[in-house]
């Protein structure tokens, strides 16, 4: 695999403030790296990593975009001069995804870049297999898992084969077998081409042996720490697991909870699971969800754990079988939740999208959180008491007028935890809700979980994490692969 000449990075007091926020999202920063070296970039959620990496790929967009302070150059140009040479993969997946069918996407980039027509499918073929995404190339983009999703960008970039390959949480939604065959497909890409490679990542211990370099940006501006991973790591170690680094083998004050076996919130037996109306993902399902503890849902990707998730939260009809409710939470229109109205799921089944952009409906932080008080008819008072505080623990106070839109991924997952917390539903069904977080924002979300158990809610977790299902405890769901594809 063959690829540009790998690229030199320099920054020079380089900052970027985007329109209509008071504080900039990077500030001061300066570094230089040399082409062919691998940079682990950390901080705290929030720090303007993925802010830093857009800058880098050249697509922060003009002054109307924002503002640019300092200098920030590729082999001493300007970023957007450069994109041909730079692969860029983004923390959202599908902003990433172009094409209808998984073939053209990979090939997108190769086509732009005015690659030979007989030499794409190789390329294509290649970085397929390099990622370990094994669909067909006509299979649509959008019936694709949200691991599979991450592959598929990645192969796009690879397939393009950049001097500076920019991966912003490639592991992020990937079970722990793809997990490991991303980070040997990147190892194998810069291997075989030598690019310069900078990824953002709060999986430390998945990158830290590969990685020749780690920067870490301090929230207010600047870095914290630069130099090899094992001096960053042994001399800066507790400061940046304070500040929210994961730092390889930094314990966790939380406790273990144990697994409880009450009677069950929600039920089903032989149950069968689709995305549309002719893919069966899972059959003959019998599912018990205990009543005030946690229930994690684990497998491959693609092996249906979302979708079994939004079937238990009413939001996707079962196949076949039905999902049922205890008695006690039962609604006007029955025991299935999939019958219920809108305002019935509300205090019942609170439901976090594995994206937390399909939840936002409001301008503002506060008013985001506000929604689900407000449709249940609480006080302006009632109401602010929740909101505040719910912003204050979870650390997004200073944030509160604030486009949702416009957080990074780990403050977008917090917030969408945070407004179905704000109903105080009796069922809390979550997809990857660790996703993106650093080490307080996660300590504060599996601690605030902790309590919302304590309560004697029920929680359903969609999760690779296996920190989340040590410190959960609770009923475990294993699916295996999927019945058909």
Known sequence: MSAAAPVRVHAEGWGWRYAGRKRAAVSDVSFTIEPGERVLLLGASGAGKSTLLAGLAGVLGDADEGERTGSLRLDGAAPESARGRTGLVLQDPDAGIVLSKVGDDVAFGCENLGVPASEIPGRVAEALEATGLD??????????????????????????????????????????AGVGEVRASVERAVDATGATLVVVEH???????????????AADGGLLADGSPSRVFAEHGAALAEAGVWVPDASIALPELDAATGPAVLSASELSIARGPR???????????????????????????????????????????????????????????????SRELLTRIGTVFQEPEHQFLTQTLRDELAVGPKALGWDRARTDAVVDALLDRLGLAPLALANPFTLSGGQKRRLSVATVLAASPEVIVLDEPTFGQDRRGWISLVALL????????????VTHDEGVIRHLGGHRIALESRVSA
């Open 135 to 176: 669909v067909a190339l006509d299979r649509p983009t959008k019936a694709l898992s949200g691991g599979q999703k991450q592959r598929l960008v990645l192969a796009g970039a690879l397939a393009m084969r950049p001097g500076l390959l920019l991966l912003d949480e490639p592991t992020a939604n990937l079970d722990p």
């Open 203 to 217: 999986r430390t211990p998945v990158w830290v042996d590969l990685m020749t370099r780690v920067i870490v940006l």
């Open 279 to 341: 893919t069966i993902v899972q059959a003959g399902l019998d599912v018990q969800i205990p009543r005030g503890s946690a229930t994690v849902i684990s497998g491959a990707n693609g092996a249906g754990k979302s979708t079994l998730a939004l079937t238990l939260a009413g939001l996707l009809p079962e196949h076949s079988g039905e999902v049922v409710a205890a008695a006690d939470l039962a609604a006007r229109s029955g025991r299935r939740p999939f019958r219920w109205a």
């Open 450 to 461: 902790q309590e919302e158990i304590a309560r004697g809610r029920s929680i359903v977790a």
